[in-house]
């Protein structure tokens, strides 16, 4: 019997990392200086600098990010986040914590992404600011979400935390509207031993209001100026962790394309894997959309493969904030449609073989 194929296995790139990440712990621990220290400042402009954004904010994760970044746009009579309702619930989480109202949109069937169509119909003059997210690593079209909302005073956050480094003609995912969440939750393409996550913008209004949210509302120490502060920190160990896998993230994140277009390689008729031809993709997840996802699973696993899914129940059909006035006819058609196959850059050569041919040995149903 082969061993499994694994979903994930973190402890791969870990071990292969190892003396360096003591080494770096080390020095962390020598400095005495865990919070808020040189490692933080120096992950801050280490990430600003390769994204090309004049700001970078650290934070304790993905969700606090999102939270933050949406109490710093929201305002006494703009309280409605508008976001879609496929993409895993963080942004729901976020609004709900803000104490802000959640209108969803829908996506586009082939992208799975925000449909602009559906955002024009959302958005209004009650809106605090529209989330796109980057789902599975695939930039969503910001350019014609920012020209929907700009005219409308709406600010645009991107939820970045699938696509740390993808990049189209107008620039890296992050840095094409008004601020940009990132996590860095070991899964994700830059990945900490443990959580994080960050703030970017090149916004100087927002970069201020930001500092002082994640840090008890504070103008200065001790001081409180602004309402909705929270703590949010990023430590000094996970700082220096992602400073140092920062230089990795481009090379990691083409190994992972390199594994998607094989798996699109050996897809059978009916299978459709979502692409990820360029660098407009992180290559963060690899995906299979089709009408036979709970069959492809069993037979994967018959196969010793293990799948995941991304993401089982569209946010307005969970249990803690079911409205079932809401009508998302794409998103609802894409429930027990989709399917995530092993994708990270440590897979190694023979296990990416082993996928695809379970997939080209997959009988769709007609
Ligand atoms: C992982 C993720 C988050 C949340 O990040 P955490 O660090 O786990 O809080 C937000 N948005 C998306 C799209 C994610 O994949």
Request: aromatic share 6%; glycine share 10%; with cysteine.
């Given at each position: 019997?082969?061993?499994?194929?694994?979903?994930?296995?973190l402890?791969r790139?870990?071990?292969?990392?190892?003396?360096?990440?003591?080494r770096?712990?080390?020095?962390?621990?020598?400095s005495?200086?865990?919070?808020?220290?040189?490692?933080?400042?120096?992950?801050?402009?280490a990430?600003?600098?390769?994204?090309?954004?004049?700001h970078?904010?650290?934070?304790a994760s993905?969700?606090?990010?999102?939270?933050?970044a949406l109490?710093a746009v929201?305002?006494?009579?703009?309280?409605?986040?508008?976001?879609?309702?496929?993409?895993?619930?963080y942004?729901?989480?976020?609004?709900?914590?803000?104490g802000?109202?959640?209108?969803?949109?829908?996506?586009?069937?082939?992208?799975l992404?925000?449909?602009e169509?559906?955002?024009?119909?959302?958005?209004d003059?009650?809106?605090?600011?529209?989330?796109?997210?980057?789902?599975?690593g695939?930039?969503?079209?910001?350019?014609a979400?920012?020209?929907?909302?700009?005219?409308?005073?709406i600010?645009?956050?991107?939820?970045c935390?699938?696509?740390?480094?993808?990049r189209?003609?107008?620039?890296?995912?992050?840095?094409?509207?008004?601020?940009a969440?990132f996590?860095?939750?070991?899964?994700?393409n830059?990945?900490a031993?443990?959580?994080?996550?960050?703030?970017?913008?090149?916004?100087?209004?927002l970069?201020?209001?930001?500092k002082?949210?994640?840090?008890?509302?504070?103008?200065?120490?001790?001081?409180?100026?602004?309402?909705?502060?929270?703590?949010?920190r990023l430590?000094?160990l996970?700082?220096?962790?992602?400073?140092?896998?920062l230089?990795?993230?481009?090379?990691?994140?083409?190994?992972?394309?390199?594994?998607?277009?094989?798996?699109?390689?050996?897809?059978?008729?009916?299978l459709?894997?979502?692409p990820?031809?360029?660098?407009?993709?992180?290559?963060h997840?690899?995906?299979?959309?089709?009408?036979?996802?709970?069959?492809?699973?069993?037979?994967?696993s018959a196969?010793?493969?293990?799948?995941?899914?991304?993401?089982?129940?569209p946010?307005h059909?969970?249990?803690?904030?079911?409205?079932?006035?809401?009508?998302l006819p794409?998103?609802?058609?894409?429930?027990?449609?989709?399917?995530?196959l092993p994708c990270f850059?440590?897979?190694?050569?023979?296990?990416?073989?082993?996928v695809?041919?379970a997939?080209?040995a997959?009988?769709?149903?007609?």
């Amino acid at each position: 019997m082969l061993p499994n194929v694994p979903f994930n296995d973190l402890g791969r790139a870990a071990r292969a990392q190892a003396p360096e990440l003591a080494r770096l712990m080390g020095v962390v621990v020598e400095s005495g200086w865990f919070v808020h220290g040189p490692h933080h400042s120096a992950f801050e402009a280490a990430f600003a600098e390769y994204l090309a954004v004049d700001h970078v904010v650290g934070v304790a994760s993905g969700t606090d990010a999102l939270e933050i970044a949406l109490r710093a746009v929201a305002t006494p009579s703009r309280r409605a986040v508008v976001t879609v309702a496929n993409a895993g619930g963080y942004t729901t989480t976020a609004a709900v914590s803000a104490g802000l109202d959640i209108r969803f949109c829908d996506i586009d069937a082939e992208s799975l992404n925000m449909s602009e169509g559906s955002l024009r119909s959302v958005v209004d003059d009650r809106t605090a600011g529209v989330v796109v997210t980057h789902l599975f690593g695939r930039m969503a079209n910001v350019s014609a979400i920012v020209d929907i909302c700009s005219p409308l005073g709406i600010p645009v956050i991107e939820d970045c935390a699938q696509a740390h480094g993808a990049r189209n003609n107008a620039g890296l995912a992050g840095t094409l509207a008004d601020l940009a969440t990132f996590s860095f939750y070991p899964t994700k393409n830059l990945g900490a031993l443990g959580d994080g996550g960050a703030i970017a913008t090149s916004s100087s209004v927002l970069h201020e209001r930001i500092k002082s949210l994640r840090q008890y509302g504070w103008g200065a120490k001790y001081s409180v100026g602004q309402v909705g502060g929270r703590n949010s920190r990023l430590d000094e160990l996970q700082a220096a962790i992602l400073t140092y896998r920062l230089g990795s993230l481009d090379e990691g994140n083409e190994r992972r394309r390199s594994i998607i277009r094989k798996y699109q390689a050996a897809a059978p008729v009916g299978l459709r894997v979502l692409p990820a031809d360029g660098e407009d993709h992180s290559g963060h997840l690899a995906v299979v959309v089709t009408p036979s996802a709970s069959a492809l699973r069993s037979h994967l696993s018959a196969a010793g493969i293990a799948t995941d899914i991304h993401y089982p129940i569209p946010d307005h059909q969970q249990v803690a904030w079911r409205d079932e006035s809401i009508s998302l006819p794409v998103t609802e058609g894409m429930i027990g449609k989709v399917l995530s196959l092993p994708c990270f850059p440590e897979l190694a050569d023979s296990e990416v073989d082993r996928v695809a041919e379970a997939l080209a040995a997959f009988v769709v149903e007609s």
